[in-house]
């Protein structure tokens, strides 16, 4: 046993002596995207501080804490704060809350995340659908002794994004009459906005949206066996790509004005899972 697995394993009884509930989905809540935990049927929350050798969120707009209830009378653990890279933390440390949610019994996580649009065609309010990422600016969070109780030490990443899931999410946003667009997500390691330059080669690339989050979460995620989809919202037009400074302020008013189409697709969505 690894001694990353020992500390899961040590968080996982600290947790099971607060709540009996075996969740079915996991739900990771992005910067100014945590209002939907006022639908969450709530049983219990449990503190990342109160768990042993577990990272805390430093970043004010995430509250770090586990939400344990019920939406839709199914089972379901929320992230209502995230553990990012920019904090200072591993890669192995950013990840722990993933690894643990699935050892937790979820079987299908929820990523959300707010980011810069990159292509022309995204705008700030827009939601689009992860259909790939690209992480190679970012450490592997599989670096390191393999945990094998999770996961084979060299996963296949050809689909993180289940596309059952993804035509799940386009049939609700359709039903809703939200607008939703489709895309490949790109992690830097933040904490600082990116230059124009890099914007433009992160174009070369083919990114639609950059971050400072979730791609490292999802390659866990499909290490660890997870069905994952996930979901951005346009908070800014990324660097170069307008006049306007950015700065976290309008970050958090760009996700508030749409947290409220935000939460009734993530809630049509637990229902159609």
Excluded: W
């Amino acid at each position: 046993m690894t001694e990353a697995y020992n500390n899961l394993t040590i968080c996982l009884e600290q947790i099971r002596r607060k709540t009996n509930i075996i969740p079915e989905l996991a739900i990771v809540f992005g910067s100014g995207l945590n209002k939907y935990s006022e639908y969450i049927d709530i049983e219990c929350t449990i503190d990342y501080q109160d768990l042993n050798n577990f990272p805390v969120t430093t970043n004010e707009m995430h509250k770090g804490r586990f939400i344990f209830g019920y939406v839709h009378q199914k089972p379901i653990v929320a992230m209502d704060g995230r553990i990012h890279y920019y904090e200072g933390y591993t890669m192995e440390q950013v990840v722990m809350p993933i690894r643990l949610m699935k050892m937790l019994g979820a079987k299908t996580l929820i990523l959300s995340n707010a980011v810069g649009g990159i292509r022309k065609d995204l705008n700030v309010g827009d939601f689009m659908i992860i259909n790939d990422h690209i992480s190679s600016l970012v450490p592997s969070p599989l670096i390191g002794e393999n945990i094998y109780e999770l996961g084979t030490r060299f996963p296949d990443m050809s689909h993180v994004y289940n596309k059952e899931l993804n035509d799940i999410i386009k049939q609700c946003a359709k039903e809703l009459n939200i607008e939703i667009k489709e895309g490949v997500y790109l992690q830097t390691t933040g904490p600082n906005y990116e230059t124009p330059a890099e914007i433009r080669a992160y174009q070369t690339l083919g990114a639609d949206a950059v971050g400072m989050s979730t791609a490292c979460e999802a390659m866990t995620a499909v290490h660890c066996g997870f069905k994952v989809c996930g979901i951005s919202c346009i908070t800014n037009k990324a660097s170069g790509m307008s006049d306007e400074p950015l700065s976290d302020e309008d970050v958090a008013i760009a996700a508030a004005k749409s947290s409220d189409n935000f939460c009734k697709l993530i809630k049509s969505l637990i229902k159609s899972i």
